[in-house]
């Protein structure tokens, strides 16, 4: 997939449009391909890394709307295909 990754903390001039690996989903999540996506203060404050310790590379962004592309076991309220928005812990760029 691609995704907008920061290397490092700073601010939106860390992000990077590049390759990174399919995330594996954990019980009562979805993956939406992503078609839109908001820029949300808390995305900036994350990505400073004065919150608490970034993953790096971390991929920020909360506010995404898209279209849902693969459901786990216990998520029961869309399926594949359905049109979302909404807000994801992270990793919605």
């Known amino acids: 997939m691609k995704a907008m990754r920061a290397h490092q903390p700073g601010g939106p001039e860390q992000l990077r449009y590049e390759d990174a690996p ?25 990505l400073s890394g004065k919150l608490a310790p970034l993953k790096l590379p971390y991929i920020t962004g909360t506010d ?3 279209e849902v592309e693969a459901v786990s076991p216990g998520a029961t309220q869309v399926k594949v295909g359905d049109r979302v928005f909404g807000r994801a812990i992270s990793a919605g760029y």
């Open 22 to 46: 399919d995330p594996e989903l954990g019980a009562g999540q979805v993956l939406i391909r992503v078609q839109a996506i908001g820029i949300n203060p808390a995305d900036l404050v994350r």
């Open 64 to 66: 995404v709307c898209g």
